[in-house]
């Protein structure tokens, strides 16, 4: 297996992080991986990647200060 495969990509790598904080990362890559391969069109396969690209962190922060916003 290569050091680096193709998808395992800096973006991808911080979503691993952020998702599987307290899992060894090759089995963080591996429940990525699998999810990746059971995307099994494209389009599902593009959309985890957009997602990776962004800054889940400030919009997770940005969910919770919602939350915790009493409604007016």
């Known amino acids: 297996m290569p050091d680096n ?3 395992r990509t800096p973006d991808l ?3 691993r992080r952020l998702l ?3 899992l060894p990362p090759e089995e963080g890559w591996a429940r990525i ?3 990746i391969e059971g995307a099994t069109d494209e389009e599902r396969v593009e ?3 957009e997602l990776a690209g962004r800054d889940l962190t400030a919009e997770l ?3 919770l200060r ?7």
């Open 5 to 7: 495969p193709p998808r």
């Open 13 to 15: 790598d911080q979503v």
């Open 20 to 22: 599987f904080p307290t």
């Open 33 to 35: 991986e699998s999810a």
């Open 47 to 49: 959309a985890i990647e």
């Open 61 to 63: 922060i940005a969910a």
């Open 66 to 72: 919602r939350l915790q916003t009493p409604a007016e």
